[in-house]
């Protein structure tokens, strides 16, 4: 008889696929892209594309290990595909363009995957994107650790910004400016509202909080008040050594998450900034706080600390070749913009073949002075070694990084899941003109 696992934890914050099938160790759902109508700002109906209906769509909730299978139908106008962002599957199922067909308007696919690690991912569309996902497709993923640890509760903050217009509707697309830096909104969501989260937290608790970037352009600069806050994961899972941070810089694609502990003997509140642009009578934008979360303090409880699997990271030394990804754009005569990786539009690049294991040191240079690009490689998992030459300071496994205008990044990419990848900038905009490439992890 297998073992029932232990139930998952409650996440607060975004509401769970319903799981078709019996087996435990089996999270089976049905997904569908379609239109809809939700209220984002209160008292609006916006227009969106919704997966079951909602904005974010649906958290999918499983164990590392797990079997997952989502029978995906799209209901859109258009083709779109699912990609299930961080998660280190066979590449038929990781849903990108370059290695599978998009599924047309009206069609179905089935998603069929084992869940490798534990952490904190998220899926969205593939074809299209700057559209699809901006016009709200997209969801979170958490996959538990086999000896999960355990917290008071558990919260998830899937963070995205949106250009609503006059009416509170996504706002047209096109614009010039866009092509340029991508798209960024006017508004701050947390789980798909302008409105932030309220309640209570009981002095004395300690959370664990997933955060998604799932915005287009704008990395979250996320500041946390009233507790101690450490950072325990970030995209691939569990860092070695929790460390204190009250402030996040988010890259668009990344994950963190947090342990809080309502030890301020002081605070009546725990609160979460973020910040946003906002516009001056005179046209100008000043840089201002804008609250994402702010529950009071009330009553107390005792908690246990959470104890945290040992995690080890593989052997940084060890990287036998090195390679180099200059991130820049050429114009031509007609105007017409190409975002290049080493000089070229990446789909012209030939396919990179690494050998499976064999680490590669990365040194992505971005020889734009203006752009930023939250560079990120599909179905595997790396370090950030240095930044502009000095440490990163980002610990743990990622798969997004951030290598802002006129920077110079080392990334040790580690190369462990075989098949064919797609490696890109996560701005929509700059991936469509060019930023993105195809490699190969061959066995
Ligand atoms: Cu979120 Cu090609 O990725
Ligand atoms: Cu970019």
Not at 122 to 143: C, D, N, T
Not at 318 to 338: E, I
Not at 360 to 382: A, C, E, S, W, Y
Request: hydrophobic fraction near 40%; charged fraction near 20%.
């Amino acid at each position: 008889m297998p073992m029932t696992p232990p139930a998952l934890a409650k996440i607060d914050g975004i509401s769970e696929f319903e799981d078709l099938n019996p087996d435990p160790n089996i999270l089976e759902v049905n997904l569908r892209a379609e239109q809809a109508q939700v209220e984002i700002s209160p008292g609006h109906v916006t227009n969106v594309l919704a997966f079951n209906g909602q904005t974010p769509g649906p958290m999918l909730h499983a164990r590392v290990g797990d079997r997952v299978i989502v029978h995906f139908e799209n209901g859109l106008a258009e083709e779109t595909m699912i990609h299930w962002h961080g998660l280190r599957i066979h590449s038929d199922m990781d849903g990108n363009p370059m290695v599978s067909t998009p599924i047309p308007a009206g069609g179905t696919f089935t998603y069929d995957f084992v869940v490798p690690d534990a952490g904190t991912f998220w899926y969205h569309p593939h074809a299209s994107e700057i559209e699809q996902i901006e016009r709200g497709l997209y969801g979170p993923i958490v996959v538990e650790e086999k000896d999960a640890p355990k917290f008071t509760s558990e919260r998830i903050f899937v963070l995205d910004d949106i250009r609503f217009d006059k009416n509170f509707q996504v706002a047209p697309f096109g614009d010039p400016m866009d092509m340029m830096m991508g798209r960024w909104g006017s508004t701050l969501l947390v789980n798909g509202k302008t409105k932030l989260a309220t309640g209570s937290i009981a002095r004395g608790a300690i959370e664990r909080w997933r955060f998604v970037n799932t915005a287009g352009a704008r990395p979250m600069t996320v500041t946390m008040f009233g507790g101690s806050t450490r950072v325990i994961a970030t995209d691939g899972g569990l860092v070695p050594e929790p460390y204190i941070r009250h402030t996040l810089i988010i890259a668009p694609g990344q994950r963190y998450d947090v342990e809080l502990t309502a030890d301020d003997s002081e605070a009546t509140s725990i609160r979460i900034e973020g910040r946003i642009e906002v516009q001056q009578s005179d046209g100008s934008f000043v840089d201002t706080p804008f609250t994402l979360a702010d529950w009071a303090i009330d009553g107390s409880v005792e908690a246990t600390p959470p104890s945290y699997p040992a995690v080890t990271m593989p052997d940084i030394a060890d990287a036998p070749s090195s390679k180099q990804l200059r991130l820049g754009m050429t114009q031509d005569v007609q105007g017409n913009m190409t975002m290049t990786i080493n000089g070229m539009d990446g789909r012209k690049l030939p396919v990179a073949e690494y050998p499976q294991n064999a680490p590669v040191r990365f040194t992505i240079v971005n020889d734009d002075k203006m752009h930023l690009h939250p560079f990120h490689f599909h179905g595997q998992f790396f370090q950030i070694l240095t930044k502009n030459g000095k440490p990163a300071n980002e610990p743990g496994l990622k798969d997004t990084v951030l290598v802002e205008a006129g920077m110079t990044v080392t990334i040790l990419t580690y190369f462990e899941n075989a098949g064919d990848w797609m490696y890109h900038c996560h701005i929509p905009e700059h991936a469509m003109e060019g930023m993105m490439a195809e490699l190969r992890v061959t066995p």
